[in-house]
């Protein structure tokens, strides 16, 4: 089954919902660790103090590490506490032993840069990540290792993930919270459809815990994830509550997969930001004690780590942007990120208000730090709710939290608010507690039993006073809180962001950005614990750029590669075999046919393909149908076949052996028949429903069996649900003289147990992956001929995807000694120059050209992106660094260009086009909507 983003979407939550609803448990932290990182039922302890984790999903693997900096910065500025992260397998072992953790594979660096900014990080160590990456992270060399079957117990998948985790595992212990560092939660696995929690199945997860154990793991730790979904409050609720709370459950709860919009998106809307904030107050109103969104910032797909359904870009609409652009999302995630800790001495120890008077729109939280009522405003109307004697109003859509009570510090108890509060701020001394609301609003709240009353000023803007000792009110507008920030022992109020803020000759100086179309300076305030001051932009602010464009200075040319010796077998090798990690190889080998004409080319495929013969490419060729045509010159006949994939299939919930899974390029027996095949498409096929794999044992059914029903291929015949059943049809009595038939299967959903009469042919595991079979001695067997299926549909839908198709074979060749030579390129010089460059016809494209980059359009708050204009499929470089792979699979023009990748003056730009397209319309493009200014502001 080839699934829409959407049912994708619904498909991994059931595969979630089927293994996460039998355990949401943690190990706990070994002893030594638990004065740094513990739980109870009510929530986390972090260094002995009630900690809400809001936790943001970033991948470091998608950014170079000269802007790790940048994005985490945003992040904490938006008030996340902690860092979620993959360690992908092939982005650290992407040849066997050969281990990789050095620049931007700098896993060490990496957590004690989250470290340095004061962050958490919960780890996510594999060894199968998923995640839209290449293989779902298992390295491209593992599926070319004899008997390796991943995620179960298995001697040779254990030998190699226990490799990889005697160095990836140390360098994690060594930033455990309780060694000084960053660590607090590590995930063992990722979505394994057999464990979740604390659930171990058998001797792999066993395996997992004890390796990892032995290498220093002493944090609380957990397998394949907690709670993922869209809307995880609503999706993990227990029946018949609207909480979270559990009896059962030992350790808090937590949402470690919170999918914020999707990896089919770029960008998000306002309308995105309304719904993720509603659903995020839903996970603090229930009793939730933390949450991750994935993703917080998506990234790029550099190189070849795509899968199949993305290319470069890995965006996911999350807050902040693939260019670090600030996105509606994010500033709806930023209010209720300083809400949850602000209030996280209650949320972390509370338990649902026991009154059974609460209209159905209201929920509450209660413990020894307070009790907060939340009011849900589900319609598109303002609503009046009374609590007590307090009276609030809730705007269409919002979920209102109003503070019965909550002990800000000794002796300083709020009660009674029926205002909007942003945050709570320790400012040395003093607490400010920030307030906002429409203008000119008011409000009230007591302070140690004495009412507070206020009002929003008219226009919105900042405005603050003291209303206790100790404690003072800043209120603003609801705009503002998009504008406001907590730096230090400061709160800035005024640039769209605020970045650096640090003291130079004296005087302070903050680094703000704000979108190109803005013209004028925003005002700049700053509350410190003593009181507050403007800052006044610098002078000499950096010019910005007019042009949209940067114009190229010379013409592409053809580019060389040198030439690789290749890899020889009798058979074509699957892409890979020759230890190239790209998404293009070159397949050769030589025909000596016995007359001139037309023949067919048997050999199972995947990918796209160009077939070259005599140095002359043809059209394009889809290999999964298994067939090329070629025309053949008596004697001998040199082949070429160039072939590219647009990523590897992710393997979610695949346990098995992955050598035969998704292969990419040419692979099996090549047979070679004279004349084009008269292939036929099945039809007329009928199924049988059973209720196990048991009625496999007694081979296929009679035909006079009642119970057979029409069948159409395409269509789901287990209506979305686990099921097992017969799929048969007639074929016709081969031609005189033949003696085998092929089978080609373009996708069986999901495993096939494929008969022809009552022989047992084959078994194959897998949906969506075509395959084919050679049936010999046909012509001895009983008739009418049956084609009969066995298949095992595990989850969602089922049935037979794609055509079948079947061909008789005469006299068919077998093709040997073949040359895999896998990477972008040419195939050797001869190739090339055989190729007229003054004709459009060509195989593939390998072109380079440079373009100039003025100083002051060298800022890393512009976003560069390649646009590959006239072009087809391929991979892009600037400056050496490959930016990924071309088109794009979401709505975003172009390759995204990382600033610290380019450079003032002369730039490098190379591009191969796996179509052939010379590229002489391609050109840098500035996205001005992603794009922002710097503006630096000093202390007068």
């Known amino acids: 089954m080839l699934l829409k983003p959407a049912l994708i979407f619904a498909f991994l939550w059931t595969v979630s919902v089927s ?32 900690t809400f984790i809001v936790s943001a999903g970033l991948e470091y693997a998608r950014i170079p590490h000269q802007l790790w900096r940048d994005r985490l910065m945003r992040l904490k500025r938006a008030g996340f506490n902690c860092i979620e992260i993959y360690t992908f397998w092939n982005f650290h072992e992407p040849r066997e032993g050969q281990f990789e953790f050095s620049g931007d594979h700098d896993l060490n660096a990496f957590l004690r840069l989250v470290k340095a900014l004061d962050l958490y990080a919960i780890v996510r160590v594999g060894p199968y990540y998923c995640a839209e990456w290449d293989q779902g992270g298992y390295p491209l060399w593992l599926r070319f290792k004899p008997g390796v079957r991943v995620r179960e117990p298995n001697a040779p998948f254990q030998r190699y993930v226990g490799r990889f985790f005697d160095h990836l595992i140390p360098i994690v212990a060594a930033n455990q919270i309780n060694h000084g560092g960053a660590v607090i939660l590590v995930q063992l696995e990722n979505e394994h459809p057999q464990g979740w929690g604390t659930v171990m199945p058998n001797a792999y997860f066993r395996f ?13 730790y957990f397998f394949s994830g907690l709670h993922h979904g869209s809307d995880p409050a609503a999706d993990w609720r227990p029946k018949d509550t609207p909480d979270l709370d559990d009896p059962g459950r030992p350790n808090p709860w937590i949402t470690t997969e919170f999918w914020s919009v999707w990896y089919d998106q770029y960008g998000s809307t306002q309308k995105d930001a309304d719904i993720y904030e509603h659903r995020t107050w839903e996970i603090i109103a229930h009793g939730g004690n933390g949450y991750n969104y994935y993703m917080a910032h998506g990234g790029s797909n550099f190189g070849y780590t795509n899968n199949d359904e993305d290319a470069a870009s890995y965006d996911y609409g999350a807050a902040v942007g693939q260019g670090g652009d600030l996105r509606p999302m994010y500033y709806s995630f930023k209010r209720t990120a300083w809400f949850a800790r602000s209030f996280q001495d209650l949320l972390e120890n509370s338990s649902p208000v026991p009154d059974t008077n609460l209209p159905p729109h209201v929920s509450a939280r209660t413990g020894p730090a307070g009790t907060i009522y939340f009011v849900d405003n589900t319609t598109d109307k303002p609503m009046t709710t009374h609590i007590g004697l307090d009276t609030v109003i809730v705007n269409p859509g919002e979920m209102f939290p109003f503070v019965e009570r909550f002990d800000l510090a000794p002796r300083l108890e709020l009660s009674h608010c029926n205002a909007r509060i942003y945050a709570i701020q320790p ?9 906002y609301g429409d203008p000119g609003s008011s409000f009230h709240f007591d302070i140690n039993h004495r009412r507070i009353e206020g009002r929003i ?16 009110l800043l209120t603003m507008s609801h705009t503002w809180t998009d504008r406001t920030w907590f730096i230090k022992t400061y709160i800035v109020c005024g640039p769209r962001y605020a970045g650096d803020l640090d003291v130079v000759q004296g005087k302070l100086k903050l680094e703000t950005e704000s979108p190109l179309s803005d013209s004028t300076y925003n005002e700049v305030q700053l509350f410190g614990n003593t009181g507050h001051f403007n800052l006044a932009p610098a002078p000499f602010q950096p010019a910005l750029p007019t042009d949209t464009i940067i114009n190229r200075e010379q013409i592409l040319s053809l580019a060389t590669l040198p030439d690789k010796t290749g890899l020889h077998s009798i058979f074509p090798q699957q892409m890979g075999a020759d230890g190239d990690l790209s998404a293009d190889a070159w397949y050769g080998t030589t025909i000596n046919a016995t007359s001139a004409g037309p023949y067919t080319l048997l050999v199972e495929g995947s990918g796209r393909g160009v077939v070259i013969q005599g140095g ?3 059209g394009p060729v889809n290999l999964k149908e298994g067939t090329i045509s070629l025309y053949l010159h008596a004697g001998l006949n040199r082949l070429l076949i160039f072939s590219a ?33 008269p292939v036929t498409s099945l039809t007329g096929w009928q199924m049988l429903k059973v209720s196990g794999m048991a009625a496999l044992s007694g081979g296929p059914p009679p035909a006079d069996i009642a119970g057979w029903q029409p069948y159409t291929i395409g269509t789901d015949a287990f209506a979305r649900h686990e099921g097992y059943g017969w799929f048969r049809v007639r074929l016709q009595d081969p031609p005189t003289g033949v003696r085998q038939i092929c089978l080609h299967f373009g996708s069986v ?20 992956r075509p395959f084919s079979v050679t049936i010999d001695g046909v012509d001895t067997l009983q008739k009418p001929l049956y084609l009969t299926l066995f298949i095992e549909n595990r989850s969602n839908e089922g049935g037979i995807d794609k055509s079948v198709t079947v061909y008789p074979l005469v006299d068919p060749v077998p093709v040997t ?22 004709k459009p016809a060509r195989a593939t494209m390998l072109a380079e050209t440079g373009f100039r980059l003025p100083v002051f359009f060298n800022s890393p708050w512009l976003v560069w992106r390649v646009i590959p204009k006239g072009l087809g499929h391929g991979s892009v470089w600037v400056n050496g660094h490959n930016l990924g792979r071309y088109p794009e699979k979401i709505p975003i023009n172009g390759l995204y260009v990382p600033s610290c990748w380019l450079k003032v003056g002369e730039n490098d730009l190379r591009i191969f086009d796996e179509d052939g397209n010379v590229g002489n319309e391609v050109y840098i493009g500035l996205e001005k909507s992603a794009s922002r200014k710097m503006i630096t502001y000093i202390q007068p």
């Open 19 to 50: 293994a996460q609803n039998l355990n949401d448990h943690m190990f706990p932290a070994a002893h030594a660790a638990r004065p740094f990182i513990d739980y109870d039922s009510k929530g986390f302890l972090v260094n002995g103090h009630r």
């Open 208 to 220: 997992l815990k004890e390796k990892s154990v032995s290498l220093g793991l002493q944090v609380p």
């Open 427 to 435: 400012q040395g001394k003093q607490i400010t507690m920030v307030i």
């Open 457 to 472: 000023t008219a226009d919105g803007h900042p405005d603050t006073k003291a209303v206790a000792p100790g404690l003072r």
């Open 616 to 618: 002359h490419p043809g």
């Open 645 to 677: 994939h647009d990523g590897r299939d992710k393997l979610v919930s695949y346990l098995g052996p992955i050598d035969s899974v998704d292969r990419k390029g040419l692979f099996g027996r090549a047979l070679l028949v004279k004349g084009q095949l």
């Open 749 to 768: 959903d999901e495993d096939a147990t494929v008969f022809i009469g009552n022989r047992r042919i084959m078994r194959h595991e897998g949906w969506n």
């Open 817 to 838: 000694g073949w040359t895999l030579q896998g990477g972008p390129g040419k195939y050797n010089d001869a190739l090339l120059n055989s190729l007229d460059s003054s």
